[in-house]
């Protein structure tokens, strides 16, 4: 089990090979459809984001709300394949490289490729456990969207797998 | 003639609600806790060990086993002899998805399908109404996640097809799917009907414990054929290979006609949370 702090240094990736198990901790941004989408038009407009995109992990999940005492509501990844059409220009405009669940398209998987970047995947369903953790939560853009926001999580210790290496490789493929 | 006031109705689903969000079946725990224990060391282990520890910390700390608290699914079958008074049924649904998903912090995941505009309390519920014998209300209630319904699918086969096409199509769909739906996936099937009854029918089975089979011989053997079809894909947990990608085949079906064969596959990920009572 590899041990990775955020932000993520193009050497930390070039060791990361599909199939690794890893330990995040530091900041990560969630977003979803809804904001992908807002994501796309103001880039589409040239306009600024409301969030540094450069060196960040995006998170593909929508969390539930947060309990009192929690920092944080249930948490797990949602279906990456959805953010299929957004991924490769956020990759190439420079985002890290993202955690979501399930296999993504060729497009992502070259995008990963030919930026140096990496996909990981969290386990799909074990929401109550990634809450444990978030240390800290705070929505920074697209309030109004509820849980499909963008937050800003802190994380401790938030265990995935790398699911699309920056070589090209995927955990999905059958050997 | 029995008098049953909605408002009874509302405080059982808003409980049944509550309880489902934070904790899967029996059957499922002990299906996901057999899944971890044949698989052998590497990713697919990991990823079955993690789920069952979350399920374990959900239930105990009152927390949703999954952030995906879903589309509240409910389905009353009501007897003949009872009398509804009080709000309109409906209503006290409604009524009681909404105190459930505020007073458990559970996700609101309901939207207008083309503005995306949240409503804000996870209503509406879908609601399925069945009249039956008796002075009962028997109530099925399980929150539907949507990593898994978008992997679902309706074949309309031929009769020709048969059998062998009704075990093709489900496999079919569990192989298309992959490792989106957060297999281990429970399967939903619906034979039968029409367009519209497969789809409720696939729904129900969906409410059947894993390891339960068929009460008709020849259906449950559609059940296991298609089971071992499914785990010889080899698409295992979360898509990282190994021995498990369904924990059941649950087929319900219905007479149809005789120019067809409708078959509907509803996938359910691991997690099944479904609520029975009867008032």
Redesign the interface.
Known sequence: MKRLQLPLTSKDIKELNA?D?VLLSGTILTAR??AHKRIKELMDEGKALPFELKNAIIYY???????PG?AS????P??S?RMDVFAPALLDAGLAGMIG???MSDEVRKAIARNCRVYF?A???????Y??CIRKSKCIAFAD????GVYELEVENF?A?VAFDCYGKS??D?E | MRTVDTQDIEELIYNMALSAGVSLTDGCKSALYAARDSEDEGAAKFALDTLCRNFEYAEAQKMPVCQDTGMAIVMLEIGQQVTLKGKLLKDAVNSAVRRAYADGYFRKSVCDPLTRQNTGDNTPAVIHTDIVEGDKIHITYMPKGFGSENMSKVYMLKPAQGTEGIIRAIVETVEVAGSRPCPPVIVGVGIGGSFDTCTLLAKRALTREPGIHSARTDIAEIEEAALMCINRLGIGCQGFHGRTTALAVNCEWAPTHIAGLPVAINIQCHCMRVKKEVL
């Open positions: 199939g198990s459809d809804c999940a929508g969390p539930c709300p947060a309990k929690f509501g249930s948490c797990g949602t279906t394949s669940k399930g296999e995947a386990i799909g369903g074990a929401g109550a456990l809450a444990q969207l509820l849980s499909e265990p797998v955990i999905y059958n």
